[in-house]
């Protein structure tokens, strides 16, 4: 890494003055879509992977498309490759006969069929941005997707260019015995000069992101599945040596995934082996690539000691995601990368089924709807507001988004509302047998759903093209004379700022919804001009006008209505009910989201008046009817302990920010830091009981029933903590020295982190001492820190940002200082000093030349700059500046500044 460029100290203008525009970039539109004019049959690779330079040798076998000019030139995609030797059909080409430049090789003449053979030498050693072929630990791995394949070899370097491939590698067999790729291994030997090879095949054509190869020295944690056709699969997780014990749940997830994926959806897999490869340098989570993984080391190891309970959680749901893509993504992939939800939004969806399935619906739903609102909501309201098909790119990496991914699936799981699980499946199996080995659109998987159901799904279509958080208003009548209570829905267009306000055309929304009594019990639900009410307590409304009323017969008394159970549509509800009826909710209603959310929108409310009073000097008094209803929610002896911390979490500022005009920073943190002190007061005695009810019994184990008892024990000492008493200060001390599991011990020392002072140093010191060698448990030490409430945040982030383990190099620590401060501490990044800022403004132009995609993944914590008073919006703006006007910035950083500048 470079030091930080020389840069002039923000000046305050203001967003007024005149923005210092980066240079227009090459847009990419939907609209421009061309079928490729050739096609690659087959390719074949040869790595000589070596220290100094890397050669690849291609050899692939190309044939004019149907339809494309007889003279239309081969353009190769390439970026920074040495060009050594160019042929085709064995006659080597003369610098005439082509031309390169920065990103593509162009060959003017070509024979209708051919091969073409080239040779490019790479240098894997210097590649710090992490996409193509690079080292991480001494190890080479690739990132292929979406665009990086064309960092490795000239190549047609499109999704909808599917090929077969056959790989050898050739290496050093000390330095790299292991030597894996795509397929099956089909030849292995040594060569001489103490290298060797292997040479892998893969039997099903494949799009060029899903190419992987994998160097090194890595120990393999074994296992097997058998399909439900019989076929036994070898199944092998890889790592560095030192990680070897820590495989186990990985291998267990992996397992768990592949037999769901038979039963909820009948999809087999179907290669010999898959592996997974852990790294240790990696821009995302993990990588799909065909029967071998690659994925950010962070989802695969795992010991009761290093994970917590969360990181075990999210290791079973990556796994399964990649797994999922084998079928949704591999085997049937994107025509185009407009078309990513296609595959990431329904693989998504697949992933919380899943999910749900292997632990608690209700838990897992409710964290989804959290992700959502606060990462999603938060893109659709600001710069980077996109549909989930997006209609342009500059850099498509920008566009791995929320919106894609979160909303994408949202989008999918409103079709199986609609089309009910049965109807679903139908769809999917039909979506399998049209489409599998091709390359396709959002268009075509909507068709297959609608046609084996019969449906009309035109409407709905426009989910894909939609921009914005829609708002669904509901309003009530009741009529106690006839028993009559009349629900009107009306969608409305975005209330938000961004782009789809004027041009709304109507949605076609699910709404399940419930009606319960004053005594808690839920009504039948049947609608004027019906014979009989519908089967169960809840029903789907569905919503296609731009206003419609539902009216129910045989309402008595006024009902409190449940809507959107288990958040059956991504929008924004505006309904004003009363705090009663939102406390009867979250009593009684029948569905667990519902009730949660009720509790949420409660507390929510409480914490924004709370905080107009601390911005007007008030003084704070707690809302009562707050502390009931969480002392309520403790008592309840139907909840488990997960929903239990779930309820009793209160809103994040983030959250509570978007419903603010301008966010009151300061008054937000006070309001909420009030709330939680003002509940542990109120309910110390039953949050007492709760902390030595649920204290450990026996040796640490990952079960459901323990996980809960974990959350439940952990939410009540961050309470008490919260008090900062001696007492409650000595439990969280006792704890992080007890622990016997990272759960326990990070909540303790997050707990200690708040408290301040020397039991704040001594933790961290502890800690730091016993995890300095492990990168993913110090990536939490740095994290917790940067998260914190504490006053001396700021201050703390800033010489961590100097600590001898910070390093700009690795994504992990990168993101678990400057991201987690940056985007997941509202109140301290957003200091009125500016400090903030300037860090994250320095860091991300100090990086941008690097590794642009981590960069521009930073850049985006300015992005709802707006939505703050002008003092911030003039610092933060006056930084997009400074960075926008830096010489040589990424296409992809540039991309997210000028988004926010406009
Ligand atoms: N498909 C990859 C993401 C690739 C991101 C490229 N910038 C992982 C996933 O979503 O499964
Ligand atoms: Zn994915």
């Known amino acids: 890494m470079s030091e930080a460029p020389g840069q002039a100290a923000a000046s305050p203008s203001t967003p007024a003055s005149a923005p210092q525009r980066p240079a227009p970039p090459q847009v990419i539109r939907r609209e421009d879509y061309c079928p490729p004019a050739f096609g690659i049959d087959r390719v074949e690779l040869r790595f000589e992977l070596d220290e100094d330079v890397s050669t690849v040798h291609a050899t692939l076998a190309l044939r004019r498309a149907p339809g494309a000019a007889a003279d239309a030139a081969l353009v190769l995609d390439g970026e920074g490759l040495v060009l050594r030797s160019v042929a085709i059909d064995g006659r080597t080409l003369g610098p005439e006969a082509y031309a390169q430049d920065a990103a593509t090789l162009t060959i003017a003449a070509v024979p209708d069929v051919f091969e073409l053979r080239t040779v490019v030498e790479i240098r894997p050693q210097d590649n710090t941005e992490l996409t193509g072929l690079y080292r991480s630990s001494g190890n080479y791995c690739t990132q292929c997707e979406a665009e990086g394949f064309r960092r490795i070899t000239f190549f047609l370097d499109r999704p909808d260019v599917m090929a077969r491939y056959r790989v050898t590698l050739a290496a050093d067999r000390t330095r790299y015995p292991v030597l894996l790729a795509n397929g099956n291994r089909v030849a292995a030997g040594e060569l001489p000069g103490g290298r060797h090879f292997a040479t892998w095949d893969d039997p099903f054509p494949k799009p060029s992101y899903l190419f992987a190869l994998v160097a090194g020295d890595l120990r393999c944690h074994a296992g ?26 990985a291998l267990r997830s ?49 010991r009761p000691d290093t994970a917590t309970d969360d990181d075990y959680e999210a290791i079973e749901k990556v796994i399964a995601h990649e797994y999922f893509h084998n079928w949704t993504g591999n085997r049937v992939t994107c025509r185009d990368w407009f078309q990513l939800t296609l595959k990431e939004g329904l693989t998504v969806f697949r992933d919380h089924w899943f999910s749900a399935d292997m632990g608690s619906p209700a838990v897992t739903r409710i964290a989804e709807v959290l992700a959502l609102r606060t990462a999603q909501f938060a893109e659709d309201s600001g710069p980077m507001a996109h549909p989930i098909r997006p209609e342009s790119y500059v850099e498509m990496n920008n566009f791995y988004t929320a919106t894609v991914y979160e909303k994408g699936s949202e989008v999918i799981g409103m079709l199986r509302t609609l089309l009910g699980d ?19 659109t959002c268009d075509d998987f909507r068709a297959a759903l609608a046609d084996a159901n019969g449906r009309d799904l035109e409407q709905f279509g426009r989910w894909y093209s939609q921009v914005g958080t829609p708002v669904l208003r509901a309003r009530t009548t009741h009529d106690p004379a006839t028993g009559r209570f009349t629900l009107r829905l009306e969608q409305a267009p975005p209330l938000a700022a961004g782009a789809g306000r004027e041009a709304a055309p109507l949605l076609h929304i699910p709404v399940a919804m419930g009606l319960l009594a004053p005594d808690g019990s839920s009504l039948p639900l049947q609608l004027v001009g019906e014979a009989a009410a ?56 029948p569905d667990a989201f519902a009730r949660w959310d009720a509790g949420q929108e409660l507390a929510r409310r409480v914490l924004l008046r709370l905080c107009d009073d601390a911005v007007a000097g008030r003084e704070l008094v707690i809302d009562e009817r707050l502390v009931t209803a969480c002392g309520r929610v403790l008592a309840d002896p139907r909840l488990d302990g997960s929903l239990k911390a779930l309820a009793l979490t209160l ?6 920010g978007q419903h603010q005009t301008i966010v009151a920073v300061e008054g937000l943190h006070r309001a909420r830091q009030f709330v939680v002190r003002a509940l542990a007061e109120a309910l110390q005695g039953p949050l007492r009981a709760i902390y030595s009810e649920t204290a450990p019994r026996g040796p640490y184990a990952i079960t459901q029933a323990e996980i809960d008892r974990r959350r439940l024990h952990n939410l ?187």
């Open 224 to 249: 097997e599945f058998t399909t439900a056709s019989g076929r036994r699969v070898r199944l092998e997780i890889w790592v560095e040596p030192e990680n070897i014990d820590r495989c186990e749940h």
């Open 254 to 302: 992996l397992q768990r995934a592949m037999l769901w994926d038979e039963q909820r959806f009948g999809r087999e897999y179907d290669l010999d082996i898959y592996m997974i490869v852990a790294v240790s340098d990696f821009n995302m989570g993990a990588m799909e690539n065909k029967g071998l993984n690659i994925f950010n080391a962070k989802y695969v190891l795992a």
């Open 422 to 440: 049965a109807g679903f499946r139908r769809g999917m199996d039909l979506y399998f047998e049209r489409h599998d080995g091709q390359a396709v």
């Open 534 to 589: 519908s089967p169960g307590e809840t029903r789907v409304l569905e919503l296609r006008e731009q206003a419609q009323s539902f009216e129910f017969v045989g309402v008595q008394e006024a009902p409190a209505v449940s809507l959107l159970r288990g958040f059956s549509a991504p929008v924004e509800l505006d309904y004003p009910r009363s705090d009663d009826e939102l406390a009867r909710l979250m009593g009684a209603d």
């Open 651 to 656: 809103p994040n500022e983030r959250i509570l």
């Open 716 to 902: 009540a000492l961050g309470y008490l903590a919260a008090l900062g008493d001696d007492a409650s200060v000595a439990l969280a001390v006792a704890q992080f020295k007890d622990a016997d599991n990272m759960s326990d011990s990070q909540e303790a020392l997050a707990c200690l982190i708040e408290v301040g002072g020397p039991v704040r140093e001594a933790g961290l010191a502890e800690f730091h001492a016993r995890w300095r060698g492990d990168a993913l448990v110090l990536d939490k030490w740095f994290t917790l820190q940067a998260v914190s409430g504490h006053p001396d945040t700021l201050e703390r982030v800033l010489a961590l940002a100097h600590h001898p383990d910070f390093t700009l190099a690795n994504p992990n620590r990168t993101r678990a200082l400057l991201a987690s401060f940056g985007l997941r501490n509202q109140f301290h990044f957003h200091d009125a000093s500016g400090r903030g800022y300037q860090l994250l403004a320095d860091k991300v132009c100090e990086l941008d030349p690097h590794n642009p995609h981590v960069a521009a993944r930073l850049v985006s914590a300015f992005n709802n700059w707006r939505r703050f008073d002008s003092g911030r919006q003039a610092a933060m703006h006056a930084q997009l500046q400074r960075i926008a006007g830096l010489p040589g910035l990424s296409r992809s950083t540039q991309e997210i500044v000028a988004r926010a500048l406009v």
